[in-house]
């Protein structure tokens, strides 16, 4: 409703006299596609999307980290419509008057003054992301700027489930294989996206691993064995694979989203 609407029916907000807002923050713990959800936004809105690396900008020289951002938002509506995302935002948005943060704080101040002309960019949005929200100066979250704060979530069991099914669908699993079973597993509480990847990469790897010795012992061509990833393969990558977000960090992620829910209402 806020960009891909916005990008495919203008007219229907033009009718409205919408001024709606053109910064989103997705903030939530590591590993859970933050970066991909931007991507999929910009992909479903057919819109150009310009990746921004946050710590890249900054500069030793003085002025070079601010002409950065300048030319950034100088150059997006030609390309419009498009959408500038700004991946670890936090580390060009901590909050000032810290010592020795003036570097970070010019580089703020030029990205707030961008920000508030974006009225002035029709079909440019800005989406920044993070796992640190708490960081952040508070002038960089209010209305027309980042405005729009949405919770990025460790997947649920049901999401886990979706995810494996994307993540193997080129895989060659067995029938016994029950990736519902796996999803919705104990072993399984508190996996990321980033790590259900891990998980099956590692799970691939070890039936290879078993299929190099299956032939090695009996000294034939590599190439008669199938590769096939079962499910004693997964009960192996269990342990080696351990969540990236651990439950203490989970619940500190959550309490940060109710303290944001207060500050913006119901997401």
């Not at 002025?63 to 498009?82: D, K, V």
């Not at 974006?118 to 209305?143: C, H, Q, W, Y």
Request: glycine residues 8%.
């Amino acid at each position: 409703m806020y960009v891909v609407r916005r990008i495919k029916h203008p007219e229907e907000y033009e009718a409205l006299g919408m001024d709606l807002d053109n910064g989103f923050l997705l903030y939530g713990p590591p590993g859970c596609g933050k970066t991909l959800v931007a991507k999929a936004v910009a992909n479903e809105a057919g819109a150009n999307f310009i990746h921004i690396k946050g710590p890249e900008l900054l500069n030793k020289y003085v002025g070079e980290s601010e002409l950065a951002i300048r030319t950034i938002f100088t150059r997006a509506p030609t390309c419009s419509p498009c959408i500038l995302f700004f991946d670890e935002i936090d580390a060009l948005t901590t909050k000032r008057g810290k010592d020795g943060g003036w570097v970070v704080e010019r580089l703020l101040n030029q990205l707030l003054i961008e920000m508030d002309g974006s009225e002035k960019r029709k079909g440019v949005f800005v989406i920044g992301a993070t796992n640190r929200p708490e960081v952040m100066d508070p002038a960089v979250l209010r209305p027309g700027r980042f405005g729009k704060l949405l919770y990025v979530p460790i997947p649920d069991e049901e999401g886990r489930v979706s995810i494996l099914k994307t993540l193997t669908r080129k895989r060659p699993l067995s029938a016994e294989v029950d990736l519902n079973y796996i999803g919705h597993s104990q072993s399984c509480e508190n996996f990321s996206g980033a790590d259900l990847a891990a998980l099956v990469n590692e799970a691939c790897m070890c039936a290879l691993q078993e299929k190099i010795a299956a032939a090695a012992e009996a000294d034939s061509d590599i190439r008669k064995y199938a590769l096939v990833v079962n499910l004693s393969h997964f009960e192996q990558a269990f342990k080696r694979v351990v969540p990236s977000v651990s439950k203490v960090q989970r619940h500190y992620y959550e309490q940060v989203f109710q303290k944001f829910m207060g500050l913006t209402g119901k997401q």
